[in-house]
């Protein structure tokens, strides 16, 4: 293949790169600031100001949080057309995260002598990060804060750091309880350990992007709250054949490359010519790009591929090897070979399903696994929000005997005699 803009590589040479999602200087880094702004009870205030300043997120003097005021005036003062956009994006990510969860529920069954069940329910409060660095996010706002009320949580906390007002109006429409207007790991501590004095809880659970001081911090007090990923770098995945549109998967390798100058963007395809349309197309669509989104895409370009496949079979398995973030199908038959595939973290199915519509609130969830990681687990959902918590009850000693002596018999096979003896405390 003669190929201008991407790089071509063959199957043999593609491998899963699986890559630690923690930087160790940031991580160093981040335990530095922890330290530093952590107190007895909580985030030290005075301490966080200190560092919020020093780091740029406030001015000198500026404030820490935006109130749910400010957060109202700046969806007022959007262009109407800005504001009904907020709103359906709100609407349709709302509508599938209650869908989610109503797709699970408590239940109960019979057991020897009484009843055994689960109860599912929605940790108390959810602290949301958005990024706020080369582009700010209000969509990750919406993703995350939204998801964690559908959920059921009585308290939402929302990080961002310099929100512009395009993130405080998302903040309103989302109605979160508290805007820290801070980023990096200072921001994660805060919703980690909670700031006392201006009342700020600590979270149940952390989720959202955000960058390497961000996922570092989170992988600091994961275990102590919850988490939902450790994310790097973004990725989008074009499967396609000759029936592809060599402008369209060309704009959405674009798409992906424009997040940042470490995003990857991979084409797999059966077809050579339709490789070398693409890579003229990306070239010629690239040119056209503003500035930076044009370097910044030029630069992630340049660790992204174009593989020549010998069929779609081998385009499925060298892709399930991936388990990229974002997986687009342009073939024919597009969903009959999305069912093939096994391990993604977001599936865009036809030519008509653009990666950037899932961005923008079609109504699954944006925030997606990275780096392989599609292989073991899914995107931020409801469930990430959820305890499922198992109960039983036994009602019937006489019933329950069965149960009793397998679990005597089974206890002294395992050498613990007191958990025998606990059992055999039931007989009747």
Known sequence: MKLSTLTERTPETVSLEIKDPVDPKALEQAKAILSEIKGE???????????????????????????????KKAFESLPE?????????????????????????????????GKAGHTVSPCRAAGCYAPGGRYPLPSSVIMTAVTARAAGCDTVVLASPRPVQITLAAAHICDVDFMLCIGGAQAVASMAYGIPEINIPSCDVIVGPGNKWVTAAKSIVNGQVGIDMLAGPSEVLVICDNTGNPDIIAADLIAQAEHDVVARAILLSDDEQLIEKIDVAVGEQLAALPEPNQSTAREALTQSFAVKCKD?????????????????????????????????????????????????????NHTLPTGGTGRYTGGLSVFNFLRIRTWMRIDSKESSQGMVEDSVRLARLEGLEGHARAAEKRRV
């Open 41 to 71: 009870n909580g985030v030290d205030k005075t301490k966080l100001v200190e560092v919020a300043t020093r780091l740029g997120d406030i001015a000198s003097g500026g404030s820490l949080i935006a109130t749910k005021e400010d957060c």
């Open 81 to 113: 057309e800005d504001r009904k956009s907020l709103v359906n994006i709100h609407n349709r990510v709302k509508v599938f995260a209650e869908a989610q969860r109503k797709s699970v529920s408590d239940m109960e069954i019979d057991i020897p002598g």
């Open 312 to 364: 779609i079979d081998e385009c499925i398995k060298i892709s399930d090897d991936i388990a990229p973030e974002h997986l687009e199908i342009q073939t024919e038959n597009a969903m009959q070979v999305g069912k093939k595939c096994a391990n993604y973290g977001g599936l865009f199915v036809g030519e008509l399903a653009a990666e950037v519509l899932g961005d923008y609130g079609a109504g699954p």
